[in-house]
């Protein structure tokens, strides 16, 4: 059952509005006439202090203006897009940015633009069709065997390529019988064995909350895996400390998931917090989004990719910008985002090849993409091209029973997990977001 969210304007014409402010229950914002958020004039305790960066977050022009000069478009842009999606980055963030380029990938990450107010003919509000998915309150499910638990609202950084900026910014968070709802759903679902936690960002919430769902969901016996979605160990890495990351290990098996998308984002405090996570048996992947003009070049990917690596980090998945609205500039051609892909498969570690993919529009789910290898194919082998162009051979087996007889007896007595035959006998199904047994 779809909830109503905050509406998005239907056209870039509409009458700009103040920005919603946050609800008093919030970590308050420091005022324009409040102190420093420049990293030379905070004390060192203080800026170390997450709850100090998430309650000084840069939101306005003035803000923005202490730390950079600011471009007139970035001003024009400031004053003119506050209807369509708010701004927020923290002061750590901030620092990172180039105070005198406005090509600088942070701030193309954090500022808006005037092209935020075009809205392409195919771009939408919801472009990955979560609300339609969504049978319990705050959960997406989408997948067979997995859902999306949105369990809090706000972020740390509003990013103007977020995909979900129609529920994001603190003006309806989640209630405590929402999110009892969502862990009801989850627990009477038994087909569900993954459940990934996002938002907003669900490292904002406090320790002893985020432990309560995290033990809720490992108390339900066909929950096997919890992932987080986060960009906090990006934009806040002083959040990752030694009892946050000592209580997710009690989860585990627990996977995080950050979201870094250009190599100048990684610094010794956002290594610091990735390395922490893993030291405590945490694993750390990254998702990055191919944005044009910030990330989309073969040289910044290697080096993204590669730094992700060292600092243990998996690069996991590269996705292709999403349709939603006022996004389209900083959506890469798809045969500049496979030409990249090229640049990497045989160049690096395949370690640091990320999958490349198209979250499909209206939401048919994640389709790989990338470069094509196969230049002819008969019944005798295959015709293959090599990372560095040439072609090879490879002969296809004389036997082509792929059949497994061992699986008669491993598999003895389980029920066959494919969604497919689960369908038949469930025709409600995940697809129509039943709430099933099955």
Same mark, same amino acid.
Request: neutral net charge; charged residues 30%; hydrophobic residues 40%.
């Given at each position: 059952?779809?909830?109503?969210?905050?509406?998005?304007? $239907?056209? @870039?014409?509409?009458?700009?509005?103040?920005?919603?402010?946050?609800?008093?229950?919030? %970590?308050?914002?420091?005022?324009?006439?409040? @102190?420093?958020?420049?990293?030379?004039?905070?004390?060192?305790?203080?800026?170390?202090?997450?709850?100090?960066?998430?309650?000084?977050?840069?939101?306005?022009?003035?803000?923005?203006?202490?730390?950079?000069?600011?471009?007139?478009?970035?001003?024009?842009?400031?004053?003119?897009?506050?209807?369509?999606?708010?701004?927020?980055?923290?002061?750590?963030?901030?620092?990172?940015?180039?105070?005198?380029?406005?090509?600088?990938?942070?701030?193309?990450?954090?500022?808006?633009? $005037?092209?935020?107010?075009?809205?392409?003919?195919?771009?939408?509000?919801?472009?990955?069709?979560?609300?339609?998915?969504?049978?319990? @309150?705050?959960?997406?499910?989408?997948?067979?065997?997995?859902?999306?638990?949105?369990?809090?609202? /706000?972020?740390?950084?509003?990013?103007?390529?977020?995909?979900? /900026?129609?529920?994001?910014?603190?003006?309806?968070?989640?209630?405590?019988?929402?999110?009892?709802?969502?862990?009801?759903?989850?627990?009477?679902?038994?087909?569900?064995?993954? %459940?990934?936690?996002?938002?907003?960002?669900?490292?904002?919430?406090?320790?002893?909350?985020?432990?309560?769902?995290?033990?809720?969901?490992?108390?339900?016996?066909?929950?096997?895996?919890?992932?987080?979605?986060?960009?906090?160990?990006?934009?806040?890495?002083? /959040?990752?400390?030694?009892?946050?990351?000592?209580?997710?290990?009690?989860?585990?098996?627990?996977?995080?998931?950050?979201?870094?998308?250009?190599?100048? !984002?990684?610094?010794?405090?956002?290594?610091?917090?990735?390395?922490?996570?893993?030291?405590?048996?945490?694993?750390?992947?990254?998702?990055?989004?191919?944005?044009?003009?910030?990330?989309?070049?073969?040289?910044?990917?290697?080096?993204?990719?590669?730094?992700?690596?060292?600092?243990?980090?998996?690069? =996991?998945?590269?996705?292709?910008?999403?349709?939603? $609205?006022?996004?389209?500039?900083?959506?890469?051609?798809?045969?500049?985002?496979?030409?990249?892909?090229?640049?990497?498969?045989?160049?690096?570690?395949?370690?640091?090849?990320?999958? $490349?993919?198209?979250?499909?529009?209206?939401?048919?789910?994640?389709?790989?993409?990338?470069?094509?290898?196969?230049?002819?194919?008969?019944?005798?082998?295959?015709?293959?091209?090599?990372?560095?162009?040439?072609?090879?051979? =490879?002969?296809?087996?004389?036997?082509?029973?792929?059949?497994?007889?061992?699986?008669?007896?491993?598999?003895?007595?389980?029920?066959?997990?494919?969604?497919?035959?689960?369908? !038949?006998?469930?025709?409600?199904?995940?697809?129509?977001?039943? !709430?099933?047994?099955?």
């Amino acid at each position: 059952m779809p909830r109503s969210r905050r509406p998005l304007p $239907l056209a @870039p014409s509409s009458p700009a509005a103040a920005p919603v402010s946050d609800r008093a229950d919030r %970590v308050p914002s420091a005022a324009a006439s409040g @102190p420093s958020r420049r990293r030379a004039e905070v004390a060192p305790e203080r800026w170390r202090d997450w709850r100090w960066q998430v309650g000084h977050m840069l939101r306005t022009e003035h803000d923005f203006a202490e730390v950079i000069r600011l471009s007139d478009d970035e001003r024009r842009a400031l004053r003119r897009t506050s209807h369509l999606f708010r701004v927020g980055a923290t002061p750590y963030y901030a620092d990172l940015m180039d105070p005198d380029r406005a090509a600088c990938p942070v701030r193309m990450q954090a500022l808006p633009s $005037l092209c935020e107010l075009e809205f392409a003919p195919a771009e939408l509000r919801d472009p990955l069709g979560e609300d339609d998915r969504s049978p319990a @309150p705050r959960v997406v499910h989408k997948y067979p065997d997995r859902v999306l638990f949105l369990v809090v609202d /706000r972020c740390a950084i509003y990013c103007r390529h977020c995909n979900r /900026r129609r529920l994001v910014g603190g003006d309806d968070p989640p209630t405590s019988p929402e999110i009892e709802a969502g862990l009801d759903y989850i627990a009477r679902t038994r087909r569900i064995r993954d %459940v990934l936690l996002s938002g907003g960002d669900p490292l904002l919430l406090g320790d002893r909350k985020l432990d309560y769902v995290l033990g809720r969901l490992r108390a339900i016996p066909h929950v096997e895996i919890i992932r987080i979605g986060t960009r906090l160990p990006v934009v806040c890495p002083m /959040r990752v400390d030694d009892a946050l990351a000592a209580m997710l290990r009690r989860h585990a098996p627990l996977y995080v998931n950050t979201h870094f998308n250009h190599p100048k !984002e990684i610094t010794a405090e956002a290594r610091a917090a990735c390395e922490r996570l893993v030291d405590h048996g945490v694993p750390v992947g990254n998702q990055a989004v191919l944005l044009r003009g910030v990330n989309s070049s073969v040289r910044c990917m290697r080096a993204l990719m590669r730094a992700l690596v060292r600092m243990r980090v998996r690069p =996991y998945y590269l996705f292709q910008g999403d349709t939603v $609205l006022g996004t389209d500039h900083l959506r890469t051609p798809v045969d500049q985002a496979v030409a990249l892909m090229d640049g990497m498969r045989g160049w690096m570690s395949g370690m640091a090849i990320p999958h $490349l993919v198209i979250d499909a529009p209206g939401g048919g789910g994640k389709i790989p993409i990338g470069p094509e290898y196969v230049l002819d194919r008969d019944q005798d082998g295959l015709t293959l091209r090599t990372y560095r162009g040439d072609a090879v051979r =490879y002969p296809e087996p004389r036997a082509r029973d792929c059949r497994v007889p061992y699986d008669e007896v491993f598999f003895a007595g389980q029920p066959d997990d494919d969604d497919r035959i689960l369908a !038949e006998v469930d025709p409600g199904g995940f697809g129509g977001c039943a !709430e099933t047994e099955a």
